[in-house]
């Protein structure tokens, strides 16, 4: 009986690109598909590729060029590249990589079972006929012209729409939507994921209700501006709504929030945060500067005096609330002065968490085009400078959770899961996370003895803070 191929998927990128991938393979896995981990077993290889940034062109470019490579070895017969850098450029894969069969943008993942078969029949290969125990398939790949579909960004997935997932069994992504309206000059995200647009409440309150049923502990709600959700369905933002709607899943997950534009926030939002029971307090704002220069050139709203407010206003109604940003250093335009201003700006407001980024000109940003650019020794310079600047800041926060109690999900054993985290020893006991620590970008709780169960919540008792971590002893809850 003729067997499907195999298919295995490389998800590159955000969270947002991993749920795009989750849903590719939920697809084909329906559809029949063997999924595979082993690239070098995959008949049909996928990449989801990333193009936020020039790094991350490249990062998709070389992954793109080691699975063609493992085409022409024999086994991959198809290679299939996927997401933004499609979107982007569609010439940037065809003039750097040789042997790519078929290109779907960033809204057109739904239709890769079709693209597959598409190849595949193409290639007279849609199957391969097990013969002595051999997988091998019935004729030869013939490389032709690669399938293009770059189509109108308007689709989003449902609570319908098949996920294989990706991420430990404990803690889930939902997009709440997709797309961003928002027109900041060094971003292209408009460009490769569209228009902004919601999912319907009820869709997003049934997966979460689904996933919790399934044992998942923690529901992660991500969107390129969470805060803005519901805006283009009922003519108003509805994240507070959706997340006291999500307080009413008996399981009670814990529910966290990335990504909210800074003058998007609303009082509504801080009490429901603050009141509903299971939403963690944990607050992402991507101010992305400080100085009143920058902030405009960037085509961004609000002010430094607003930003101090809106922090100050999460800090009251939530003393335990971290609060992450993202900041951009070497902007074109950015003089020492400005500079200067962000560095006592981060000082003052005492930042639990920051992601620093040097300025990258993009293709297609506004600001590529901007004179005045920041040479790159003076963006590597101010980088540092700033990081350093928040570890001390960082290790200061911490200090202020040495003798309290934390909740904690636990993760692992031994080291730490997370990549950013900085304490990676070899029989700590076990790694987790609390509410202040969001998965794979924030750092770890260690709960020094024995070793406990992934998937768990227990409590801890902290007694040691260092720049990104935490470490404490498990006490009853």
């Not at 307080?247 to 800074?262: D, F, H, K, N």
Request: hydrophobic residues 35%; contains cysteine.
């Amino acid at each position: 009986m003729p067997v499907k191929a195999r298919c295995g998927l490389i998800s590159l990128g955000c969270a947002k690109n991993l749920v795009d991938s989750e849903v590719m393979l939920g697809l084909l896995r329906e559809r029949g598909y063997e999924i595979t981990n082993d690239a070098t077993e995959a008949d049909v290889l996928i990449v989801n590729t990333c193009a936020f940034l020039g790094a991350a062109v490249e990062e998709s470019l070389d992954a793109l060029r080691e699975v063609t490579a493992l085409k022409k070895q024999g086994r991959c017969q198809a290679v299939i590249a996927t997401g933004c850098l499609p979107s982007r450029d569609v010439n940037l894969i065809r003039h750097n990589v040789d042997g790519v069969d078929a290109l779907l943008g960033s809204a057109d993942f739904p239709q890769i079972v079709e693209t597959v078969e598409a190849i595949l029949e193409r290639s007279n290969i849609a199957t391969r006929q097990p013969a002595n125990g051999s997988s091998a398939w019935s004729s030869s790949f013939v490389d032709t012209q690669p399938l293009i579909r770059i189509e109108d960004q308007r689709y989003v997935y449902d609570e319908r729409t098949p996920r294989l997932r990706a991420t430990p069994w404990w803690y889930a992504y939902i997009k709440i939507a997709e797309g961003c309206d928002h027109r900041c000059t060094f971003c292209i995200i408009p460009q490769l994921r569209g228009r902004f647009r919601s999912r319907p409440m009820e869709s997003i309150v049934a997966e979460a209700r689904a996933l919790a049923k399934q044992g998942v502990k923690e529901i992660v709600l991500i969107a390129q501006d969470s805060t803005r959700y519901g805006v283009d369905l009922y003519g108003t933002s509805r994240l507070a709504d959706l997340l006291r709607a999500l307080g009413e899943i008996e399981e009670q997950p814990w529910v966290r929030v990335l990504y909210a534009y800074p003058t998007q926030v609303t009082p509504e939002l801080i009490d429901a945060m603050a009141t509903t029971p299971n939403v963690c307090h944990y607050i992402d704002l991507p101010l992305q500067h400080s100085h009143p220069d920058i902030l405009r050139a960037m085509w961004r709203g609000g002010t430094p005096e607003s930003y101090r407010r809106l922090i100050e206003q999460f800090r009251a109604a939530m003393p335990d609330v971290t609060v992450r940003t993202t900041l951009i250093v070497g902007f074109p335009g950015e003089q020492e002065h400005h500079f200067e201003h962000l560095l006592d700006f981060v000082q003052e407001v005492k930042f639990d968490r920051i992601g620093v980024f040097k300025y990258s000109p993009e293709d297609g940003a506004r600001s590529a085009q901007y004179p005045n650019q920041v040479p790159e020794e003076v963006k590597e310079e101010r980088y540092h400078r700033l990081q350093q600047t928040q570890q001390r800041i960082s290790l200061e926060q911490n200090r202020q959770w040495v003798g309290r109690i934390l909740p904690v999900l636990i993760e692992g054993n031994g080291t730490s899961p997370n990549p950013s985290s900085r304490r990676r020893r070899a029989g700590v006991g076990a790694i987790g996370r609390s509410h202040r620590d969001a998965p794979e970008i924030d750092g770890s709780v260690i709960v020094k003895g024995k070793q406990l169960q992934p998937g768990t919540v227990v409590h801890a008792k902290i007694t040691k803070a260092y720049e990104y971590d935490l470490e404490g002893l498990r006490v009853e809850g």
